[in-house]
C-alpha cells in the first residue's frame, strides 16, 4: 500500500494535545472560529464516549484534516490550544522545528519545562481553557450557533467537574452563561459529563479502593491507588472523581496499568501542591487540582515509587507551626512586676505573656492572667514576675508537626507555647490558634496523627481572576511590580483594606493600601527608586506615600499593632505581623489582605471572617472594646452600613449603645467627630445614615440641643432632590456637599446653640463664618424672596449674587415654593455667570474718567442685559455712552 499523497494546503493549523479530552475538542473550535480558514488535526482520544460524541454527533462542526495528507510548505501559523507541551503533541512536530511558522498558544495549564516557545501566547488560569477563548469570541462579538455552543460548552462543564473543582473561575461561569444564552442544549451536556456508573466499572471501583495505601509525606496524607487491566478502562478519570469524593481525599493518585502503558491521574484539593507539576515529570499533564500522565517502559511498581519520589521533591513541608502561630511575640523582663505585667496584658489584649531574660533572649517560662490578677487583689503587685512564672514550660520548633503540637498543649497542658528557631522566638502558639485549626476538621482525629494542614485561622482564596476582570492594566502592572520589589527584599506585601473590599464589591477602587511585614519606608525608597518616583516618609507611625509621575499615590505602611493609652486617644503603634495588623482595624469587612508577593500573587487572606459579613451584608466589629477605644468607629460603622446598604450586627449595635451609655466621646476632639460628619454627610445619600445616627441618639453626642424632627428630614429630602439636580447638570463643579445637609440639621437650632455646635466640634473659622453669619444671611435673604415674589431678574440677580453654590442649594432646598425654587434655580443655570461684554477700556474710549463712575455704568448695562435689552456688545456700547451723558459723566 502506497503512502497518502499530500494535496491539502492549510496557511493555518489547529491542534491539541493527545488523548483530547472536552475541553480541548471545545477549543479547538472555539480557535476555529478566530481562525475560520484554518485545519484541524484532532489528536484522538481514548476516552469511547468522547470519540463517539466526537465522531458521530458533532464531527461535521470540524474543518478535519489528516496530518498525513496535509502539505506544510504553506502553513504560517500552529495554533495549540489546552497544551504547550511538546511531548504531548503529535503531527506538527514539524511545524514547531520551522521558524518560518508562528506558534500561537491558548492554555490554562501553568507553564512548564517541556514547553514550546510561542509567537503569541494567552494564559488565565482558568477552569478550562474554552473560557479563554469563549471570552475573545464574547469580545469580537463572533456568532456561535447553538450546536457549537454545546460543544464548548461541554469542554467548561467537564474540565470544571461541573463548576465543583477548586480551578473554577467566575469566569468559568460567565462564559457558561454566555453559551447557554447562546442556546447550548443542557440536555446534551447532562447526558455526557453527568454519567452513572457501569457495571463493569463498579469492580474497578472496588478495585481502587481495596488497593489504597496512605502515605504521610512532608505533613501531608497522600493516597495511591495502584491496580492494573488486561485492557483499556473507559472513563477512568470519571471513576478516579469518585473515590476522591466517596472517601474525602485530598489528594489521590490511580496509578493503572492498562495494556503495556502505565496511566497515572491524579487530583487534588490542597492549594500548595500542584499535581499538574508532578505529573509533568512522568511526560502528563495539567493544572494544579487535576492531572494525568502515560508511562511506557516502566513497571507499575517503578512507577509507584518513582511517584512518591517526585511527591516528595515537588511538594515543600507544611510547616504547620509556622502557620500557626501568632508574631510577634509579646514578652516581659523576669524581673518586671506583676502590675506591669497586667498593664502589658491589657495593652495587647492577652492571657499569657512569656518571660524572656532581655540580656540572653532565653526562654524562661510564662505568666498568666489569672496569677497576675491574684497577686494584685493580694496586693503583691511589685513583686517580679520571675517569683511567680511557670517555668516548666517548652517550645516547638518552627518545623513542629500537628502530633507534637497537640501533645505539649493537651497532654502536657500548655497554656501557650513559643516556636523558638535557633535560639530565637519567632512567635505563640494559644490554646484558641490549636482549637480554631482543629475546628476546621471536620473529621474524628486522633492525638498522635498527623493531620493534613489546611492553613488554620486564615480563609485564603486565589482571586487573580477577579483581579484581572475588575482592574485596569496600569493597577494590575504596579501592584505585580510592587510585589517583585518586595520578593527583590524578601519581604511579605499585602494590599489591604477597602481596596479588597471595594474589589468584591464590585465598586469602584481608588486608594492602594499597601502593608509590609519588615520596614515599610525602606521598603517605599526601594520602589521609588525602582520605579522613578518620590516618596514621602513619616517616621513616627512607619508610614510613606509613593508618589508617581502621574500623581497616582499609593501608601506603604509597616504591619503594626495599636493600643490605646486610654479612652478615645490616638493610637499608639507599634511594628507586627499581618495578622495582628488586620486586628487593629475597625470593622471584618476592612481586614481584607490581598498577597503581592509573585508567587503567591492574588491569594486573598481573611483572618476575621470578613468575607463572610460581604456577602452578609453585615457591618461587625473585630473586639467588643473597639468602640470604647476609638468611639469615631461608632460613626464609621454608620458610615459603611448607609453606604454599602449592609445592616449593623446586633452585637455590634449592642456595642455602640454601650459605648454611648459610659459617654465614650467625653475625651474625643471635636475635630475627629467633625472629620467623620463630614464624611458621612458627604456621602450620595446620608440621610439613612442620620437616620441610625438619632437612632443610637448621637445627635446629642454632638449637643444635647440638637434635635432632628420629622420637619428636619422633609429638608434633607428636599436637599437629596436638589444636589441630584445639580450633580447631574454639573458633573465637574466641586462643592462640600456636607455643608449643605449640616446647615439644615442646625437650621432649628438658635444662634447660641449653633455657636456651641461649632465649638464642641472645633470647626475651623472659614468654615465656621459659613455655617453662622452666612447661612443666617442666606435664611434672610431668602425670606426677602419669598416675601417679594416674584422678582424682576435684575433683583434677584442682586440678592443672589453674592452667595456662592452651597448657598443657593441651600436656600433652594430650604424654601416650600415652588416658584421660588424655579427663579432660584434659573437664575443658577442661566445668569449667575452674567456679565457685561464691555470693559473699562471700552468706557474710557467713550470718555469716561477711571472711577466710581465705571461700576455705576457696567452695573446699569448689567441690569439692561439682565431684563433681555441688550443683546449685542455694540447695544451695550450705546447704552453706556447715553447713560453716561445722561448722568453728567461725560
Known sequence: MGKKKKGITARTIITSHVNADYDAIAAMLAAQKLYPDARIIFPGSQEKTLRDFFIHSMGYLFNMADPAVIDFSETRTLVLVDTRQKNRLTGVKALLNNKDVAVHVYDHHPPGPDDVTPTMEIFKSYGATTTILCEILQKKNIPVTPEEATVMALGIYEDTGVFTYASTTPADFLQAGFLLGCGASLNTIVSLVVREIKAEQVSWLNDLLNEMTRHQINGMDVHVSTISSPSYITDLASIVQKVMRMENLELYFAVVLMGNKVHVIARNRIPEVDVGRILSRFGGGGHAYAASAKVENHTLAQVEHLLIDQVKKETQKIQVARSLMSSPAITIDPGASCEQAGKIMTRYNINTLLVVDPETNAYEGYITRQVVEKMLFHQLRDRPVEEYMNSEATFVSADANMAEIEYQIIEKKQRIIPVIDQGEIKGVITRTDLLNFLVQHDKAVKSTDQLVFKKPNARKRQIHNIMEQRLDDRTMDLLKSIGAAGDELGLNLYVVGGFVRDLLLHRKVDDIDIVVEGDGIAFARHVAEKLNCRVNTHKKFGTAVIIFSDHLKVDVASARLEYYDFPAALPIVEKSSIKRDLARRDFTINTLALSLNTETFGTMIDYFGANRDLKDKTIRTIHSLSFVEDPTRIFRAIKFANRFGFEIGKVTANLIRNAIKVDCFKHLSGLRVLSELKQILSEENPIPAIHSMTDFGLEKVIHPGLEITPATYQMLESVNKTLVWHDLLYVEERYPRWAVYFMVLLNRCTFKVSEQVCDRLMIPSGERQLLLETRYKAENRLSFIESNHPLS????????????????????????????????????????????????RDLIKIGVKPGPAFTKILNEVLNARLEGNLDTREKELAFAKAFARKNGLI
Open 793 to 840: 431678574r435684575q433683583k434677584l440677580y442682586w440678592a443672589l449674587i453674592n452667595f456662592n453654590t452651597v448657598f443657593i442649594l441651600y436656600m433652594m432646598a430650604l424654601t416650600k415654593h415652588e416658584a421660588v425654587r424655579k427663579d432660584i434655580s434659573n437664575f443658577y443655570t442661566d445668569y449667575r455667570h452674567v456679565m457685561p461684554r464691555i470693559q473699562g
